[in-house]
């Protein structure tokens, strides 16, 4: 039983600040890549940052110099600071990541969590 919950979604201006926080629980040995997708209306849903454990960031080009993720390995938790916020922005935003269950031999997953709407008005 692994779960990944985000919070933080809400109603922002454009030009104004959104932290969006995922926290993973359940039988966790431990995780692999974790990162953020999204999906506007109408649109596919495409990677907007991911952040391996140790290892380099990746962010799209639509918000690099924007967005920064960072996680907490200790509490299992990764999160998106999303700054200088456009409406283009706005979409149903996804936490993703690898996780290795408990026990660690059972093989690796990918867990998505329900997502968290983020509404930018202009």
């Known amino acids: 039983q692994v779960q990944l919950v985000e919070s933080g979604g809400g109603l922002v201006q454009a030009g104004g600040s959104l932290r969006l926080s995922c926290a993973a629980s359940?039988?966790?040995?431990?995780?692999?890549?974790m990162a953020w997708y999204r999906q506007a209306p109408g649109k596919q849903r495409e990677l907007v940052a991911a952040?391996?454990?140790?290892?380099?960031?990746y962010y799209a080009d639509s918000v690099k110099g924007r967005f920064t993720i960072s996680r907490d390995n200790a509490k299992n938790t990764v999160s998106l600071q999303m700054n200088s916020l456009k409406p283009e922005d706005t979409a149903v935003y996804y936490c993703?990541?690898?996780?290795?269950?408990?026990?660690?031999?059972?093989?690796?997953?990918?867990?998505w969590g329900q997502g968290t709407l983020v509404t930018i008005s202009s």
């Open positions: 993703n990541a690898q996780i290795i269950s408990r026990p660690s031999t059972v093989g690796l997953l990918e867990v």
């Open positions: 952040i391996p454990r140790g290892g380099s960031t």
């Open positions: 359940g039988s966790i040995f431990s995780i692999n890549t």
